[in-house]
């Protein structure tokens, strides 16, 4: 019901930044979740962050707190994840999500989540 398109990856440095975009359409965010995760190669899909788009609330995984930062539009129906301080580690193909029911937690296998194209974010050493 949401189609999400996604933008911002590149190749940056260690200790470089990117901010990326996910872009919302189909219906508004009032009673949604917007929320990034992310897959390197060989891995499984793993959760990065998330915002409640009614209450603004974020949530991010302990591997990027103090490095991650989501910022929304209302009137664009768009989040911003304000990635600094990057490290290898987080070199992956990042794809953001919509889940209509809110959920406390988003999980990668919920059936309501719509899916951005993804993106790929490298950085090197």
């Known amino acids: 019901q949401v189609q999400l398109v996604e933008s911002g990856g590149g190749l940056v440095q260690t200790g470089g930044s990117l901010r990326l975009s996910c872009a919302a359409s189909?219906?508004?965010?009032?009673?949604?979740?917007m929320g990034w995760f992310r897959q390197a190669p060989g891995k499984e899909r793993e959760f990065v962050a998330s915002?409640?788009?009614?209450?603004?609330?974020?949530y991010y995984a302990d591997s990027v707190k103090g490095r991650f930062t989501i910022s929304k539009d209302n009137a664009k129906n768009t989040g911003y994840p304000q990635m600094n301080s990057l490290k290898p580690e987080d070199t992956a193909v990042y794809y953001c999500v919509a889940n209509r029911h809110m959920p406390v937690r988003l999980t990668a296998g919920d059936a309501a989540n719509d899916w951005g194209q993804g993106t790929q974010v490298t950085v090197s050493s």
């Open positions: 189909g219906r508004t965010f009032s009673t949604s979740t």
């Open positions: 915002i409640s788009w009614n209450f603004g609330i974020t």
